[in-house]
């Protein structure tokens, strides 16, 4: 993958939407989520015709703190998975990324700034001043590999108006299997953080 990535989305839209493009502005990835859906599930396509779907994300169980994310790809194996780390993200995002077939995580996404966040949030929610939250916090969250702590790749949101920005940079090496997972991982975290700020 041609790195750094961009992903943007809609604040307004109905059901989330996310575009994910890379270096050079080609388009990767289009996720589309379904709406009034007791158990999460989200399709990944190559583009926004949604012609060509790569994966499917769907939650292991209908609502928890814990839940965990599976990647399924269009012809049914497994491109790993995502956990939420319950009680421990309510204060700063924690996540674990797992590779195919591993019980134990790979990876851990962790928020580098928790007040950045809060910060978005809460000037979100104010009338006319909401709409320029974009442009004055940024939160960021950096995927370490779990053996070492070496940091493979960071998310960071970026100024925007009227859409949610996010920049993925590479920091640390990773096989093609191990980016593919750690990005569709981003990518749902991206979805889940959002509704909460």
């Not at 989520?33 to 599930?41: G, I, S």
């Not at 134990?104 to 104010?126: Q, V, Y």
Request: with cysteine; aromatic share 10%; net charge positive.
């Amino acid at each position: 993958m041609n790195l750094p990535l961009t992903l943007r989305f809609k604040i307004l839209a109905l059901t989330p939407q996310i575009y994910v493009e890379d270096a050079a502005g080609n388009t990767l990835f289009y996720v589309k989520q379904k709406m009034f859906k007791l158990r999460e599930k989200i399709e990944v396509y190559q583009d926004s015709s949604r012609q060509n779907l790569i994966c499917t994300i769907g939650a292991d169980r209908i609502i928890d703190w814990s839940a965990r994310y599976l990647f399924t790809s269009a012809d049914g194996s497994s491109l790993g998975s995502v956990g939420r780390k319950g009680m421990r993200s309510i204060w700063r995002a924690s996540y674990d990324v797992f590779n195919p077939g591993d019980s134990n995580s790979d990876f851990e996404i962790r928020e580098e700034n928790p007040w950045a966040k809060i910060g978005d949030s809460l000037l979100g929610e104010i009338p006319i001043l909401g709409i320029f939250a974009g442009y004055m916090f940024h939160p960021r969250y950096m995927v370490k590999r779990r053996s070492t702590g070496e940091p493979v790749l960071r998310l960071s949101k970026q100024s925007a108006f009227l859409e949610g920005r996010f920049i993925i940079e590479r920091f640390g090496d990773s096989t093609e299997q191990e980016t593919l997972t750690i990005i569709l991982s981003l990518l749902m975290m991206v979805l889940l953080e959002k509704n909460r700020g």
